[in-house]
Nanobody, 118 residues
Framework: QVQLVESGGGLVQPGGSLRLSCAAS????????MGWYRQAPGKQRELVAG???????NYADSVKGRFTISRHNAKNTVYLQMNSLKPEDTAVYYC????????????WGQGTQVTVSS
């Protein structure tokens, strides 16, 4: 079973930036599509960005133009660069397989908290 470890969250002011990282164990990473998800208090977890094996990306409308997903296959790591952060971006962020491609996802990691507040 693949283990996922997210990091890079924190407290940032509106308009600020953060870069999240997700390290995955195992050798399968380079052959799968990955996604970043977030879950705000009282809300369902949502997919905000995805990246294919070949590097094609897609984004939820709410983050398009502000977030950038990327991957480094040799490091088994996927990143989420978040710019122009808004208070509504506050959530716990997770990575996993891209749910638009795979029906069954890996076990979730612990996530990383992002709080956008002045």
């Amino acid at each position: 079973q693949v283990q996922l470890v997210e990091s890079g969250g924190g407290l940032v002011q509106p308009g600020g930036s953060l870069r999240l990282s997700c390290a995955a164990s195992g050798s399968i990473f380079s052959s799968v599509a990955m996604g970043w998800y977030r879950q705000a208090p009282g809300k369902q977890r949502e997919l905000v960005a995805g990246i294919s094996r070949g590097g094609s990306t897609n984004y939820a409308d709410s983050v398009k133009g502000r977030f950038t997903i990327s991957r480094h296959n040799a490091k088994n790591t996927v990143y989420l660069q978040m710019n122009s952060l808004k208070p509504e971006d506050t959530a716990v962020y997770y990575c996993n397989l891209d749910a638009r491609t795979y029906r069954r996802l890996w076990d979730w990691g612990q996530g990383t908290q992002v709080t956008v507040s002045s």
